[in-house]
């Protein structure tokens, strides 16, 4: 129990903090702010360009495919810095693991290309 308390405080003190400026933000804001509303109050200030349409417009899934892919094998290059580092030391062992990482990889690579995630011709 000893070796957990620390953690029990800290985390107790971050959930009292955020309480507190949730509830206090709120009050605040009664208490300070004003509750006059109007169409030209609520109206977004965007650097003085006038609103056109509606901001909620259709957009390809492929751009959201295309972003989790760049993160998703980005994320993945990452791991090449431990063998970059450290590639004398680790030996056979380590070029075989990493060969073996890169043909997952590449794998991963390939079923993304045989399902047509980036392929961006209007069929």
Known sequence: MNQIAPLIIQAGLVLGFVVVTLFGTFFLSKIFGTSRHSKVKDENFECGIENQGDARFPVSVKYFLVAILFVLFDVEVIFFYPY?????????????????????????????????ALDWSNK
């Open 84 to 116: 970059a580092v450290n590639f004398k030391e680790m030996g056979v062992e380590g070029f075989l693991a990493l060969l073996m990482f890169v043909s997952l990889f590449l794998t991963g690579f390939y079923y993304v290309i045989k399902k047509g």
